[in-house]
């Protein structure tokens, strides 16, 4: 039989970590139209540099520190050594950060091989869900992935520089005119989208585990999500990774094990040939 | 949303409350007398027909129910406002796009949701208001290009007996000391007249011109217009777009005004510059 | 304008036109005698002493060159680009080894099916591409070889999963192996030139200015009457065949092998992808060269037992690392890529040699007709500018067409 609360629940804590994911990657879209290929780098800059920090005796919270440090440099060189210096040229910035991202892969591979790392979990103990004994940790990583979710959507509603990245994104020229600095803004996005991945690369290295190859099935099934929900739109890329990602644990769960990643990408083809904006067009969330 | 009748006679009294007595030429010119019925237009009444032409993007109305016919050998004026529909009206001709509602018949043949590429196969040639030329290649490669036929494998392999046709139209149009010139060494009346030269390498039975004389000074409005009344002359229809009349009433023979995506008025440039409706349109402005 | 544009089109002064006399005149030009030389160079390789291992790695470059060429005609001609271009290799490759191994048919008659039934698949992608464009198309021929991956993962014992096929029969039987190696050798130079030479006489032709004209403005190509779709699908399936054909070629050889990691894996789409571009896309022979040179050196790295010191590394471990920080480098500094920064360079030291203006005497553009950093006739720039309008493109559809 089809374990339904199984399913329930891997499909909440799966989608949760894709939304942030894919969060990040359409803000980087939004607001400079940059195609970031390294965002799925990132996730695994995310998990291994909490893991660099656990295995050096330094405990899991100062891993959560590192999961968000780290990423968020790393996007703020990304962005100031390429994206910005070439934003003249789309194409020439996705390569960039594509060769970046390979260079990132394998360094990683070198350095730390092969085999599956784990990352120590948060909190320790199961909860009992609907008949299942679901890891606390999970919990947490659902929990906080909301918070910041919601953090966002407060953060770009409310406060200036929030908006400042709102105005952007709608025009870049309008906020130029208006004197807001587009450097800065995209700095900006770039680091949030930085420390979401990182972050769920952190609890992805928990719930599942971390290898230097972890962060390329998550940045494909972004595209999937971002395209369903719409370049561009935060609120798109929310729901379209819940769509997506129940989608992906029915898929494997209830059908076979084997075709993990096909759903995503069926729904990709679907929605470009169907409908290519999406279901939100590119709008980021408004109040 | 206005409710437009297709009757010339009574255009816009119903929003304005005055009686325009606007009215189709008399039958000297055009044959066809008292258009009062809605189904003012046969799809015979002239070269290029446009019945109950509507177009809608989402929820703007760009082209509202508007009907008109090009007879053949006539320097037809499509006049109006910016943001009247007038690009619209011609993208939906030409096949950019096909109108939401209505009918396009060219040469008494339904064409109304045809290619753009097949519409100009059938004679129907536009030039771009934005022009754009091929920067890549000469004046004379350009021209050369539009002569290029719709085949995979022709027999014109080097090209040189269309090199031969390209330098006799680019002659035609004044461009032909500067064929070797690349388009961004053109001036703005030049890169015009590569315009024209584009459009009547493909051998048009009607040439559909979008704003020609914008940007031009005096004089160079002056020889554009001489240029097209012997283009007339030697058996193209001509229909030309523009906002403003300045250049335009001289040059031809009757006016099609439209405004907010409907027609205003249509008649001779007399009958136009006396219209009422039409001198409130634009503001006692450039007539 | 320009003496010549990157597709190799030359107009040998501003008044002259393309007609025969200019294209036999520039038969003779310095970058034809330098590409003979080279391929002299290349016939006599077998006789230079260079080994039979070294050989076999350079049938392996041919086939990806031929391979990246095939990227080329489609994206680097219309600017639309690839991201999955492995499954035209992978289609042709193991159409011809399911044959080979399953059926018994000769490498004569399987290759050929291999290059049809990849053809196919051209059509197969090429026409539902055509209602998108920029990153969405991308992003459907990413997903292509993705998809047939976990079919052939799915279907393993047909198609043998993620180990994928014993290797079918080799072109080319003997004795001896180093003569099996050097005739493989030869057959690929040969495909590998009578290729390239038929694809630039394509590109050279109407078909070639029609493809980069739909690069630079599908709109006004279809103002000139011409039929854009056809030339796109047309620009899809000569790109799937040539790609079916470096497959199906591949697998015959000593060196290749119906693999998922040869043929279909993600990578060897980025590679061809990466590998054209930074040869040159847009030119067929940058991006073939490009090719030959990326999976020689490639392969030549991974046989270093070299370490770096400091870090302990091997080289032949860190092949793939370095040679993305390499890419990035160039790629930073020649988005064009090498080859036509080359053909650049050369040019302006032959003039320079020559005596000639190296300045623009007109102002704005340099002796070459190339404009300052502006310059927007570039396959790269033209591409990207492609990729920009559709993605605004489809914020328009609420904003609605044009303002008038």
Redesign the interface.
Known sequence: MVDVANILINGVVISSLYALVAIGFTMIFGVGGTINLAHGAVITIGAFAAYFVTTAGFGIWAGVLAAIAAPALFSVLLYKGFAERRSDNIVIVMILTLLVSIAVEETIRIAEGSQPKAIPTLVSGTTDILGNGVQNNLLVAVVLSWLLIGGLFAFINYTSTGKAILATSMSPRGAALVGIESSRINLYTWAIAGVLAGLAGLFLGSYQTANWAMGREPLILSFSIVVLGGLGSIRGSLVAAYIIGFLEVITTSAIDPRLSGLAGLVILVLVLLVRPEGLFGRELAEA | MSTESNADTTNESATNGTQTGESEPDGATTGREGETTSDAYGPDDGLLVLRNVT?R??G?T?VDDLSFAVEEGEILGFI?P???????TF?CV????PPTDGTVHYDGEDVTDT????M??RGL??T?QSF???????V??NV???L???K?F?L?????GL?ERA?EICERVGLGDR????P?ELPHAGLLRLELA??L??DPDLLLIDEPFAGLSGGEVEDVSELLTELREEGLTLVVVD?NMRGLLSLIDRAIVIRFGSKLASGTPEEIRANKEVQEAYLGGSL | MADENLSGETVENPSATTDERSVFASLLAPRYLVGLLAVVVFAMLPFLGISTTQLLVLIGALYFGLFTMSWDTVSGYTGEISFGHAIFFAVGGYTSALLNLGHGVTPALSIPAGVVLAAVAGVLIGVPALRLRGPYLSLVTLVAPLILLQAFIVYGDVFGGELGLSSPANLITADEFGLVVVANYYIALSLFLVVMVGLLLIMRSGIGSVLTAIREDEDAVAAAGIDVAKFKVFAFVLSAAVGGLAGAMFVHTPIGSPQPSQLLGLIVSIEVLIAAILGGMGTIVGAGLGGVFFYFTNDLLNQQDATIPLIDVGINEASLLLFALLAMVIIYFLPQGIFPSAIRTGRRGLRRARGDETVATDGGRDADGAAATGDTTNPIAQTAERYRRALDALNDRFDGGDDE
Request: aromatic share 8%.
């Open positions: 177009k993007f989402g703007l760009a109006g910016n943001g009247a529909g007038k690009s619209t993208n030409t096949g950019v796009y290619a753009a590429h097949k100009v196969k040639a536009r771009f754009r030329p091929l920067e890549d290649r000469t004379l490669d050369t290009f539009a290029t036929p719709d995979l022709s014109s392999g080097f090209r040189g090199s330098r064929t070797g010139l690349s961004s584009r459009a390498a493909t906002h």
